[in-house]
């Protein structure tokens, strides 16, 4: 019996043998499959065959991913430092999938159409980063009214290349046409009339989105927005850091949207390149608890007249709609009715005012006042600037530089520390990291490479016009200077309302100082 289990007992395991050896290949069939087809994806691609979905946000040559493609960096903005940020721009996960190439050519099938508009002097090396930043967030229109060095050929026909961007040049066709319009023959804005500098440009920023209003409605645009080349939007609280998100989610019974302001707050005096270079800002008292902001004052304004270096009551976006005007260079008004405004909570305008050193004497060079007190006020609206320009007037480089790091250069670590704590100061880091991302990836270069070598004959005979007209002692031919002064001037078409409409017409706003301790008011009351 023995012997017989013996013989029988092979016969009874060989199904177990089986079952083995069938696992054992369907494993190794398991495993060989997708390393197999890693393999084949690698091959193709290494090939060209499969092209890497990132490189569709990256412009052409380049190697680096397109800024934006990261989660949202407000999330913890706060806790980053400024070696991080500049990673922002390098992640993997898209946040800003419209965008195909530098040129931004997707966007104008988007909704709602943003156009902003601005009147500059500036070079490409402001203009460009200030652009490009915006297109990110969604910014599919500019409006350029340009003299000085951005009329100029190098830069206007860089400028000119660009879809979405329109560029005005300053000639005496505009300045007639202008002297024509609406705004300048009523009574609100007169008070700014016939004054050189500061004054100067308000009326010409005024006359300038007067006539933006009108292009921007013949363009299909749903959104016009003011803003300067030294003045990023910062839409906080807005899916995917997106302006155009934002503006889409606002109620449309809504005429205006007002951005409170952010003041950039400087801790060196050798910066270049204040978008990537300041992280630091003052928040704008409408964001910072009543208490908080008079209970911080006196540490906030380090002996200087204001809160703020110089303006705090912010910058407006208005929905494009019938009988729209600009209400100065800060706001838009409506002819036929008060327009519904929100303010909001979140989002700001970043300024980066006299956040390079060499800003006090540039400043200085665009006006031609007298460095006296009395002087000084036909040029500037605010008192901080009236100190700054006399600064620079009158002292030596060196006595400049003490006075610009008691004024302006946050030197104090404590004092930084303190205000952080307490929010008055706030660290940004999102644009810095978005312009980075943007220099990094090639964007810039690959605009100013692509614009045309020459311009055609009439563009070139108006940039000549241009910075002709621009270059002669601050330009009598400023309508702000120009027009009323002349017999023979279109100023002369000027009318003379009389005292009941000048009534009616409330005066412009103009950039505002924010409310000191000694007011009683704090902003919703001003």
């Excluded at 290949?25 to 691609?45: D, E, G, N, V, W």
């Excluded at 040129?103 to 009147?119: G, Y």
């Excluded at 000084?376 to 620079?392: G, N, S, T, Y």
Aim: hydrophobic share 35%; net charge neutral.
């Amino acid at each position: 019996m023995t012997n017989h289990h013996h013989l029988h007992a092979p016969l009874r395991s060989a199904p177990q043998s089986s079952s083995q050896s069938f696992t054992a290949k369907l494993l190794l069939l398991l495993t060989l499959l997708p390393l197999s087809l890693a393999a084949l994806a690698f091959i193709l691609q290494w090939r060209g065959g499969i092209p890497d979905p990132t490189t569709r946000w990256s412009p052409p040559g380049s190697h680096h991913l397109f800024p934006g493609m990261d989660a949202s960096p407000l999330s913890s903005a706060a806790v980053r430092s400024s070696s991080d940020c500049v990673n922002l721009g390098r992640s993997g996960s898209p946040s800003l999938p419209y965008y195909q190439n530098w040129k931004f050519d997707s966007a104008s099938n988007l909704k709602p159409k943003i156009l902003i508009t601005t009147s500059t002097s500036a070079g490409l090396d402001q203009i460009l980063p200030w652009m490009f930043y915006h297109k990110v967030i969604g910014v599919s229109t500019f409006f350029l009214f340009v003299e000085g060095k951005a009329a100029s050929p190098e830069v206007s026909k860089v400028l000119e290349s660009i879809p979405g961007v329109k560029v005005i040049y300053r000639t005496k066709e505009l300045e007639e046409q202008q002297a024509r319009s609406r705004i300048w023959n009523e009574t609100w804005l007169s008070s700014f009339f016939y004054k050189p500098c500061n004054y100067e440009l308000f009326v010409k920023q005024s006359l300038n989105m007067e006539m933006a209003i009108v292009m921007a409605r013949d363009a299909g645009m749903d959104w016009i927005i003011h803003l300067d080349t030294d003045e990023l939007l910062h839409p906080a609280g807005a899916k995917e850091y997106s302006l155009r998100q934002l503006l889409h989610d606002v109620p449309s019974n809504v005429d205006m949207v007002i951005f409170p302001n952010y003041e950039s707050s400087v801790e060196r005096d050798d910066i270049k390149e204040p978008f990537t270079e300041v992280s630091m800002f003052k928040r704008n008292y409408d964001h910072v608890p009543k208490d908080t902001y008079f209970g911080m004052y006196k540490e906030s304004t380090r002996g200087n007249p204001n809160y703020f270096l110089t303006y705090g009551n912010g910058k407006s976006a208005a929905r494009i709609q019938e009988h729209l005007r600009p209400n100065g260079a800060h706001r838009w008004h409506n002819y036929m009715k008060t327009p519904n405004e929100i303010k909001l909570d979140e989002a700001a305008v970043l300024h980066y005012t006299y956040a390079r050193f060499s800003d006090l004497t540039s400043r200085r060079d665009r006006c031609g006042c007298k460095p006296t007190k009395e002087d000084v006020k036909r040029c500037f609206m605010l008192e901080f600037d009236r100190a700054a320009f006399i600064i620079a007037s009158t002292a030596t480089e060196e006595e400049m530089l003490k006075w610009y790091h008691e004024h302006i250069v946050w030197d104090d670590k404590d004092i930084r520390i303190r205000l952080l704590r307490k929010g008055i100061l706030t660290r940004i880091y999102a644009p810095m990291a978005i312009i980075q991302g943007l220099r990094e990836s090639g964007v810039f270069s690959s605009v100013i490479a692509s614009a045309p070598t020459t311009l055609s004959k009439e563009k070139f005979l108006a940039t000549i016009d241009s910075s002709n007209s621009s270059r002669a002692t601050s330009s009598i031919s400023h309508p702000s200077r120009k027009i009323g002064r002349s017999g023979e001037s279109m100023a002369t078409a000027r009318k003379t309302l009389d005292d009941e409409v000048a009534e009616v017409q409330e005066s412009a706003v103009p950039p505002l100082s924010p409310p000191p301790p000694s007011s009683g008011l704090y902003p919703d009351q001003l």
